[in-house]
């Protein structure tokens, strides 16, 4: 059986929006346009629905990528810190 090369845990599009202060449109839009979110590729389910890599939403959030989207970092790092606060995503 072929080794699963995908990070175990995924958000949904929804938290991925909302770890970056973003609409979930908005990343629709941007995978439709680019093939991916700020260098982020998901994971597409049988059924046709999306699966964002955790720990590359997180990084993203957080600034550490903020190489491959210098405009957004410190924009997602804010999002993400004030979605922990108020309780929208689970830590």
């Not at 979930?24 to 093939?35: F, M, V």
């Not at 699966?51 to 491959?68: F, K, Y």
Request: charged letters at 15%; proline letters at 7%; a positive charge.
């Amino acid at each position: 059986m072929k080794q699963n090369q995908h990070p175990r845990s995924y958000n949904t599009q929804r938290t991925a929006a909302v770890l970056g202060g973003i609409l979930p449109a908005s990343i629709s839009t941007a995978l439709y346009r680019n093939g991916h979110y700020c260098g982020v590729v998901p994971v597409r389910l049988p059924n046709g629905r999306l699966l964002w890599p955790a720990d590359e939403i997180d990084a993203l959030a957080s600034g550490v990528r903020a190489v491959e989207a210098p405009d957004v970092g410190a924009r997602l790092a804010a999002a993400r810190a004030q979605a922990l606060a108020s309780g929208e995503v689970a830590q």
